[in-house]
């Protein structure tokens, strides 16, 4: 197989590269690193299968097809996955996220059609906005403010749907589509501002974790190497053809709460610092996982205690 990643220089993207090489498959990786890293792709690198493009999948895609060209084939299945992910990194770069998530995923339709490949868009839970039912399912349609500070993303994200189920439609194009829930593991960058990066330095560094609002709202987190063998699973899947699928943990906490297992995995209490809670967070999330289960035969397995063990432990090093 020969897979193309855009994004492969991101957290969940270069776990993919890594996943697809381990697995023996050609890897082509692009991404303009506004919120990756080289360093992420150091593995990758040493792998003769392993092909690097610098470009923004916005701009100048015609080097994208040119460096593909002088290639013997082209990829087999297309993955998208370039995207600010983080609020805080979508904050500083709306514009982009507006414009890699529409303009950018119909390049990736297009693409894709013209290679006769498989597409994999990467959406994202948010999609489902404040949920309004719990836990979410695929069904779900959303509770999504159209122009609040998180809409660039989330309606970004919303409208690439709508653009891969467009080419479905009228091209028959071989695509799925996965939610996404919030994932965390290694190289997660200290500082892109989700809430386990920000609890784990801070634990590390000593300070006080800065719980927003009282702590009260859920989130349901996933450690990367389950999702990366969800993704895995969908994208050989003939009969995610044309579905909406999440992949994340069901396993549902409060911050408050989430707090208390970082200190116990760090072994001593944190303080905890309160700010406002951010504009339109959602109140609760939870995926409802079960067509993922009956349609992949994929749930996690990692626990959060053990996922946040692996997570420390990267940290901890001082290349990251
Ligand atoms: P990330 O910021 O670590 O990775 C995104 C990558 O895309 C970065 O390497 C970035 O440089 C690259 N990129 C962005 N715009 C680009 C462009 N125009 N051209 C080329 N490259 C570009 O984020 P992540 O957490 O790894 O998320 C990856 C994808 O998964 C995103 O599409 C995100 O929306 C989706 N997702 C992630 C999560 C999560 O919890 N991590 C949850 C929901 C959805
Ligand atoms: N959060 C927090 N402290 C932080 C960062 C985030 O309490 O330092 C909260 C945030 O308000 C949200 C949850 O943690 O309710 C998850 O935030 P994150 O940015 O990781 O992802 P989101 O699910 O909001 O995209």
């Excluded at 855009?6 to 697809?20: I, K, M, P, Q």
């Excluded at 839970?125 to 349609?141: A, I, L, M, N, V």
């Excluded at 700010?275 to 035969?297: E, F």
Aim: with cysteine; charged share 30%; proline share 7%.
């Amino acid at each position: 197989m020969k897979i193309l990643i855009t994004g492969g220089a991101g957290f969940v993207g270069s776990h993919l590269v890594d996943r697809y090489l381990r697995d023996g498959s050609e890897v082509v990786a692009v991404d303009n690193f506004i919120t990756g890293a080289r360093e992420n792709l150091a593995a990758a690198f040493k792998e003769p299968r392993f092909h690097f493009i610098e470009a923004d999948v916005t701009g100048a895609w015609d080097d994208v097809k040119e460096a593909l060209r002088n290639q013997d084939r082209p990829p087999d299945a297309l993955l998208h996955f370039a995207s600010p992910a983080s609020p805080v990194d979508y904050a500083n770069h709306p514009l982009e996220t507006l414009s890699v998530n529409s303009l950018g995923t119909e390049r990736c339709c297009r693409l894709a059609l013209e290679w006769g490949a498989r597409l994999l868009f990467a959406s994202t839970s948010e999609c489902y906005g404040d949920p309004k039912e719990h836990p979410q399912r695929e069904e779900y349609w959303g509770n999504v403010n159209p122009n609040g500070p998180r809409s660039c993303y989330d309606e970004a994200k919303r409208y690439g749907e709508a653009l891969v189920f467009a080419y479905v439609r009228k091209y028959d194009l071989d695509a799925r589509v996965i939610r996404i829930f919030n994932t965390y593991g290694p190289r997660m960058r200290r500082n892109d501002g989700r809430v386990v990066p920000n609890f784990i330095a801070q634990a590390l560094e000593g300070k006080p974790l800065t719980v927003y609002g009282e702590g009260k709202q859920t989130r349901s987190f996933c450690y990367v190497d389950d999702l990366v063998d969800g993704i895995v699973r969908c994208v050989a899947s003939d009969e995610t053809r044309g579905q909406v699928v999440n992949l994340g943990n069901p396993d549902e906490h409060t911050i408050e709460e989430f707090a208390e297992i970082v200190s116990r995995i760090v072994g001593r209490p944190l303080k905890r610092e309160h700010r406002p809670m951010p504009v339109d967070d959602p109140g609760r999330r939870c995926p409802d996982i079960s067509r993922a289960k009956t349609v992949l035969d994929w749930y996690p397995r990692v626990t959060l205690e053990e996922g946040l063990r692996r997570t420390v432990s990267a940290f901890s090093l001082p290349t990251i």
